[in-house]
């Protein structure tokens, strides 16, 4: 008589596997239809945004040049800035659906082509400080969680939210001050020295260049995961499924590891996720600082001008980075999470 029910059972959990599924592909797609219209709001704005700044784009590239106004206009009319605004917004829409950014001003070259040159750069600081940051923001947020009040609990939680206050530009200027200025452990500008060597030693060039930029990321970025994983933590604990656990007898550690983190984790891997597109933009004021030949000191530098057609590419690329993996965020919550896929 048993035989029927376990052949039902496998049977049953396939059927309530499929609305499931369907469940989540719909959700999948909502939020993708709500990115694009994101995506489409922010090409619309980026162009009104950057031309609201002060400042004439041709004058400013004919310093020092001592060009005649029927000169300057030429060049204004070479760069299209001479067409009416309305003109102008619909070339600008036109190429950008053509996946055509445009030519930068300043360094008459296409944009894409720019922004090419730069994302590796800003991909290897960016992703590393990521990597270090949510690393030791876990770890130290598990320890944390499961030690509340103790001393590494207070001196963990009390590093952290100073330098979640600290401005990064601020933590960077004050790094050169002391590594760089004072001690001169470290580079203060580039990703590598002029005659830096080939192989293993130009990786050691650009790691040793990279540690200071490195560290003004992750001194701000990690307090935020070590935060969330503490908070999560503490929620955790006082659940009844933790009590059930001791009571059985498991270890102080393998209720923390088997039990406690896997379910504290979810809140955090939606954050890992949604900081992935911050990150990259949060990375202009570090490249700003330590002259890091990166997407953020190319925004910097189109802004001195302005370079309109390179500030709206760079600018583009960091608001569709964060869309994309805020989406991809709420997706992968959706699917880690029972909880939010019955709601």
């Known amino acids: 008589m048993t035989a029927p029910l376990e052949t039902a059972e496998p049977a049953a959990a396939q059927a309530a596997a ?35 700044l002060p400042g004439d784009p041709v004058r400013n590239l004919a310093q020092g040049r001592n060009m005649t106004p029927e000169q300057l206009d030429l060049e204004r009319h070479r760069l299209g800035l001479d067409l009416p605004l309305f003109d102008q917004f619909l070339n600008f829409i036109g190429q950008t659906l053509r996946f055509d950014l445009g030519a930068s001003y ?15 750069a800003t991909l290897l600081l960016a992703g590393t400080s990521l990597v270090i940051a949510v690393s030791l923001g876990l770890w130290q947020g598990m320890r944390a969680g499961w030690r ?3 001393r590494f609990d207070r001196f963990s939680t009390g590093t952290s939210l100073v330098l979640w206050s600290v401005p990064t530009f601020w933590l960077g200027l004050l790094l050169l001050l002391v590594f760089s200025s004072w001690f ?10 002029v005659d830096a060597p080939d192989g293993f030693g130009y990786v050691l060039d650009v790691a040793h260049h990279m540690v200071l930029p490195c560290i003004a990321m ?11 994983m503490r908070s999560s933590l503490l929620d955790e ?18 209720v923390r590891k088997r039990h406690a983190v896997p379910n504290a984790l979810l809140p955090t891997v939606t954050l890992v996720f949604m900081r992935i ?26 802004i001195r001008v302005p370079d309109f057609t390179l500030m709206q590419g760079t600018f583009m690329l960091i608001a569709v980075s964060v869309i994309l993996m805020n989406t991809l965020a709420d997706v992968v919550y959706h699917i880690l999470d029972p909880r939010v896929r019955s709601a």
């Open 218 to 228: 992750v001194g701000v970025l990690y307090a935020q995961y070590l935060l969330v």
């Open 184 to 193: 001169q452990w470290f580079p203060s500008r580039g990703i590598q020295d």
């Open 148 to 150: 509340h009040g103790s």
């Open 106 to 120: 300043e360094y008459k070259r296409p944009v894409l082509d720019l922004i090419g040159d730069r994302v590796g």
């Open 237 to 254: 604990v006082g659940q009844d499924y933790i009590t059930t656990a001791r009571a059985k007898g498991l270890r102080d550690d393998e």
């Open 18 to 52: 499929g609305p499931a599924r369907l469940g989540t592909l719909r959700y999948a797609l909502s939020k993708a239809g709500g990115a694009l219209l994101s995506i489409g709001m922010v090409i619309v704005g980026t162009f009104f945004l950057f031309r609201l």
């Open 277 to 302: 597109g911050f990150v990259v933009g949060g990375a202009v004021t570090v490249e700003a600082v330590f002259s890091w030949p990166g997407l953020g000191e190319l925004f910097y530098a189109a």
